[in-house]
C-alpha cells in the first residue's frame, strides 16, 4: 500500500502528510488553505484541487479533520450534490480518521464504509504538533482487526505508539478521557504556579521544586505554561503553534457529552470546560491551551 490521499492539512496534518513523504509513501493532499497545501507540495506531495481528484488511485484515505461534521461530510457527502470518500473510492481501499470526534459519528461513518466494502478505523492522536513534527505519535485506534492491521504500518510512519483500544469508536472514547485528563491537569498546574508567583515565589524554582515532588505532571515537564521558565514551548513564544485552546474546550466539551450518555459523574472535567470556555469568551480562542495560565493571571 504505498499510495496516501491526506485530507486536512493544518498544524496536525501538514507535518504528519510530510512523514510519509519521508517513509517513502506517494502521498495526494486535498485542503481548502492554498499556504499549507503549497508547503506540503514543496515537499513532494501532489496537490489536488477536489475531494474527487485527491482520492483517485489511492489505496488509503487519512483525514485530520477539526469536527464531527467535517468528517461526515467529507465521508458521506455534504448533502449539497457533493459526493463523499466513501462513493469516490474503490472497494477494500483503507480509510483512517484520525479526527478528534463524538464516537457516534465514528461509529455512523463506519457502518456506511462497511456497506460499501470498505475498511475504516477511527485513529484520533495524542502529542501535539511537535510530535506530528517529530513522527512520534501516539496514535488511539478503533476499528476490526484487519483494518487495524492494515494501518499499522501507515500509522507507523507518522507516531511511534499505536494503540488498538477496541471496536470502532473506542478510539475516539480514549482520546476524548486522555484529553479530559489533560484539561484538568493543565488547569491545576496553572493554578498552582500562579499562587506561589503570588506569594513570592520564582516560576522556575517552584517548577523544578514540583518536578522532583509528588505534583509532577507532564505539563511541567514538558510544557510549562509560564513564559520564561522552558524555551521552544508555546508559552515562551506568545502561547502561539501548539494546541490551540478552542480544540481544547471542543474536547472536553466531547467529554461532557460522553458522561451525559453514559451517566457518568466528571466534576473536575466540567470545571476544567468551563474554566476553557471563559477563557475562550476573552479572544484566546486562537492561542495554545497552555494560555489558561494566563487566565490565572487576570482574575
Known sequence: MRTVAFVGLGNMGSPMAVNLLKAGFKVQVFDRNEQALQLVKEQGASVAKTLTDVVVGADCIITMLPEGRHVRDVYLGD?????????????????????????????????????????????????????????????????????????????????????????????????????????????????????????????????????QSSGRNWALELYNPCPGVMDNVPSSNGYQGGFMSKLMLKDLSLGLEAATHSQSSIPMGSLARNLYAFHNQNGNQELDFSSLFEFYRNV
Open 79 to 211: 448533502g449539497e450534490g457533493h459526493q463523499g470518500v466513501i462513493e469516490l473510492v474503490a472497494p477494500t481501499t483503507l480509510l483512517i480518521d484520525c479526527s478528534t470526534i463524538d464516537p457516534a459519528t465514528a461509529r455512523h461513518v463506519a457502518q456506511q464504509a462497511k456497506a460499501n466494502h470498505l475498511y475504516f478505523v477511527d485513529s484520533p492522536v495524542s502529542g501535539g504538533v511537535a510530535g506530528a513534527q517529530a513522527a512520534t505519535l501516539t496514535f488511539i485506534v478503533g476499528g476490526e482487526d484487519h483494518a487495524f492491521k492494515l494501518a499499522n504500518p501507515i500509522l507507523g510512519a507518522m507516531g511511534k505508539n499505536i494503540f488498538h483500544a477496541g471496536e470502532i469508536g473506542c478510539g475516539q472514547m480514549g482520546k476524548i478521557c486522555n484529553n479530559l485528563l489533560l484539561g484538568v491537569l493543565m488547569a491545576g498546574t496553572c493554578e498552582a504556579l500562579n499562587l506561589g508567583i503570588e506569594n513570592g515565589l520564582d516560576p522556575k524554582v517552584l517548577s523544578n521544586i514540583i518536578m
